[in-house]
């Protein structure tokens, strides 16, 4: 009798560790670091954009990986803390983004073991994330938007738009190191339209504010506005006070259009997101980040307001009207 109960004993302890051994050999659910140099409530179309990327590659948010979200905010020397505390939340992928320069840089001064993705505006070779856009090695890929790289297009455009203008500013964030090469390209394509280049700097909303008091006490013709995370969190209130100083304004992307902008000129940023969520899904199903060459933008698109335009008192030139992929009414 005392060797039955025994066994019964035994047998009872052993049917009631099975669920925790077969849950013990379950995989554990992958987890995704997002760094990011924005705002959490202005990405909100950006973040969209990266998880249908992921859905693209079967994973989908909340049923078999979750992601551990680091927000900067526009404070760019944050981003060391917030990549280091995904490291040790032991992230299967770091998606570096809304900044992904000074993100991606900060991944890869953290961990050369974990996978990172990054959105880059400027170029990553010369920023060093990467080695080279097709062989790379290491832990690090991404997307590319080559944005900076089309400053002195914006400034020809401006040219059209205000074709009596003399006198430009370009606004830039001297934190985001992509944004000083473009200044410079700007500048040195002001003689060949007989522009006069001023830059600006802004990395806080008070000296946008102060920025904007400079271009009307210098009677500036228009505005470009820099390739800049920070500034793009800001787009409600540049386009606001664009209005509201009857600035003629271009901008590097169309959710500044979408906010009552007037016109913009660069990749599509939901695009380059999307691009990025489908390769962290890619690193997620086994492959690595040195066999994915880092994507570029194919084609590149100019937005225009016309009720802005009108509220500027400005009449389109046919040419521009022509050259633009959508005409907001």
């Known amino acids: ?6 066994f019964i004993t035994l047998l009872g302890g052993a049917a009631a560790a099975w669920p925790l051994a077969a849950r013990a050999q379950q995989p554990a659910v992958p987890v995704v670091g997002f760094l990011s140099g924005r705002s959490p409530g202005e990405s909100a179309s950006a973040v969209g ?3 249908q990327g992921l859905g693209q590659t079967g994973y989908f948010e909340g049923k078999n990986f979750t992601i551990e979200y680091r927000w900067a905010e526009g404070q760019y020397d944050r981003l060391p803390v917030l990549a280091a505390e995904l490291i040790r939340r032991q992230v299967a992928v770091i998606a570096a983004t809304g900044g992904g320069e000074v993100a991606g840089l900060a991944a890869k001064a953290a961990t050369t073991d974990i996978p990172i993705v990054f959105t880059a505006g400027g170029d990553p070779v010369e920023l060093g994330l990467v080695a080279s856009l097709n062989k790379r090695g290491g ?6 938007f080559t944005f900076a790289a089309l400053g002195p297009k914006r400034l020809g455009l401006v040219r059209q738009l205000v074709p009596n203008a003399t006198a430009i500013a370009i606004l830039i964030n001297p934190n985001y190191r992509p944004s000083l090469a473009e200044a410079r390209d700007v500048e ?10 001023n830059v600006l ?15 009307v006490q210098q009677r500036t013709d228009a505005l470009i506005v820099g390739t800049d995370p920070f500034l793009l969190g800001q787009r409600d209130q540049l386009v606001r006070l664009a209005a509201r100083h009857g600035v003629p304004t271009i901008y590097f992307t169309r959710e500044f259009v979408d906010a009552g902008g007037l016109i913009s000129y660069g990749p599509n940023i939901a695009n380059g997101y999307r691009q990025a969520g ?10 690595k980040p040195s066999d994915l060459p880092v994507l570029q933008p194919t084609h590149f698109v100019l937005f225009i307001n016309l009720k802005a335009a009108k509220a500027f008192g400005i009449e389109l030139p046919p040419t521009l009207l022509a050259l633009a992929d959508e005409v907001i009414e």
């Not at 832990?139 to 590319?144: E, I, K, R, S, Y």
């Open 188 to 197: 040195a394509s002001g003689p060949s339209l007989a522009l006069r280049i």
């Open 139 to 144: 832990n690090v890929t991404g997307v590319t």
């Open 1 to 6: 009798m005392m060797r039955r109960r025994a």
């Open 201 to 215: 700097n802004a990395s806080t909303e008070s000296q946008i504010d102060t920025a904007f008091a400079t271009i």
């Open 49 to 51: 954009a990266f998880r």
């Open 278 to 287: 489908t390769y962290v899904g890619r690193i997620l199903n086994g492959e």
